[in-house]
């Protein structure tokens, strides 16, 4: 009898254990242009162990090349004005959150830090709880994308942006153009970083997991 209730109460455990797993709250994790989940998994490791609490779930760009949307058939000196030109990343996008969510919040890096705000200016309201962003900026060739923000913005919920002082690539000033989008985002300036996510050595590293378990 006594094996019979050990035998009981660790399955209960488990049982216990398993839902805990499977009801993390889950982030939505889009990657930067021409990337791939699995790089940018190995790429935020250091977070995702940072911030056990959550499920990080990632989606591959569609459009050829690992984008979210693709670049201006004229270049980018003609940008442009389609509001469907991303048609293929919601679509997926919305399939993903019908068939894997809810989703507590969503986060980007780069191209996939502009696709935050263009899929939150598509997706129903309150679809997430919170956004992060990193080395983000506007779509601004591709009007039809940023009339979209435009109308939708300013998003409300809670939303983290962070930027380094030496990105080459994404520039300060154009994050900080995409701050406008929001009521009251934290906003978060690395002195040490580049074009790439906070790293587990970033001073600034704290600030994100203190944000983040915030949220959780």
């Known amino acids: 009898a006594a094996a019979a ?3 009981n109460a660790a399955a209960n455990a488990s049982s216990e254990l398993t839902t805990e797993l499977t009801t993390r709250p889950k982030i939505l994790c889009l ?9 940018f998994r190995s790429g935020l490791d250091h977070i995702m162990q940072a911030a056990p609490q959550f499920e990080f779930v990632f989606a591959q760009g569609p459009y050829p ?26 679509t997926l996008l919305d399939r993903l959150v019908e068939e894997s969510g809810p989703f507590a919040g969503i986060l980007g890096y780069s191209q996939g830090a502009m696709y935050v705000s263009a899929y939150l200016a598509h997706a129903p309201p309150n679809t997430f709880q919170f956004a ?45 153009q995409s701050v406008t989008k929001y009521v009251n985002p934290t906003v978060v300036v690395s002195s040490a970083a580049a074009h790439n996510p906070p790293a587990s050595n970033d ?11 915030s949220r959780a």
């Open 132 to 176: 992060v962003m990193f080395c983000g900026y506007l779509p601004t060739t591709h009007l039809g994308m940023l009339s979209r923000i435009n109308a939708a913005a300013p998003f409300a919920l809670p939303a983290y942006i962070f930027m380094g002082v030496n990105d080459q690539t994404i520039t300060n000033g154009m994050t900080q």
């Open 65 to 90: 090349g690992g984008l979210w949307v693709p670049d201006p058939p004229g270049g980018k000196s003609s940008p442009t004005t389609s509001p469907t030109i991303d048609a293929q990343s919601y």
């Open 203 to 213: 001073p600034t590293f704290g600030q994100l997991t203190a944000w983040m378990a």
């Open 5 to 7: 209730e050990a035998a």
């Open 31 to 39: 990657h930067g242009g021409g990337g791939t989940t699995s790089e």
